[in-house]
């Protein structure tokens, strides 16, 4: 799943509040769990007999992924406000996603928070990727902007104490040289708009990862639910 802003309204890029919530009930309902995409990628996800996968995945560190308020609480209405609120009477599904930060605008915004919320996603067992250092289609630069924004990028990553194993692609564009995202990540995801193969699947490239975008109409979040819930679509189930 590919979310961007947490919003009061739904709007194309904007999953709203209520909206989320009922994502997480019918996820839930439904028997899907979260787990983390290097647990995807390298078949060890932990899952109970009959539940199936989905990794969350949220790009462009918007401060509505995550917030603090003034009185030092997690702000109810952010990405993961809602969802450890969730997580409290649903232990089973715990905060647990991939957070595709730019470090150009600060990790969540330029704030002096920035520390207590890595720790806090480190503590949760959240990852953090590359989403490049300024969001530019990777495909319009030269090979030496390339490697500034990928490089540039990982160094910001390992410096706030996570692996940069993975990168969302800005507007899900690789570059020309493709070995160029290899040198660095072990995965890529895409933007649009299906659900990823399972492990195991020949299919799978992991430097080719689909998404369903988080929003609702063509290849939403609801389409595909209610593939899954037609029998049309067969996600993951664990042995
Ligand atoms: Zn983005």
């Not at 709203?16 to 787990?35: A, Q, T």
């Not at 539940?51 to 462009?60: E, L, Q």
């Not at 207590?116 to 250092?133: P, V, Y």
């Amino acid at each position: 799943m590919e979310y961007h802003k947490i919003a009061k309204q739904e709007a194309r890029w904007d999953r709203s509040i209520s909206r989320f919530k009922s994502d997480l009930e019918r996820y839930y309902r439904m028997g899907f769990r979260p787990v983390t995409l290097k647990a995807y990628l390298d078949d060890t996800m932990d899952l109970a007999p009959g539940a199936s996968p989905i990794v969350f995945t949220f790009d462009d560190s918007h401060p509505s992924q995550f917030r603090y308020l003034e009185d030092g609480s997690i702000d109810p209405d952010c990405a993961v406000g809602i969802w450890s609120e969730f997580a409290k009477s649903h232990p089973d599904f715990p905060v647990r996603a991939s957070f595709y930060v730019l470090p150009s605008a600060g990790p969540f915004g330029p704030t002096a928070d920035a520390p207590r919320k890595l720790a806090q996603l480190k503590e949760w067992g959240c990852e953090l990727g590359s989403h490049t250092l300024t969001h530019r289609s990777l495909a319009k630069l030269s090979s030496a902007e390339v490697e500034k924004e990928l490089s540039g990028a990982v160094a910001k990553i390992t410096e706030y104490g996570f692996d940069p194993f993975s990168i969302a692609l800005p507007y899900g564009i690789s570059p020309k040289d493709p070995g160029q995202l290899t040198k660095h990540h072990r995965a890529a995801l895409l933007v649009g708009a299906n659900p990823a193969p399972a492990p195991g699947d020949p299919k799978r490239n992991p430097m080719r990862l689909p998404r369903i975008q988080g929003i609702e109409g063509d290849f939403g979040i609801s389409y595909w639910l209610d593939q899954v819930e037609a029998g049309k679509f067969k996600p993951y189930v664990a042995p």
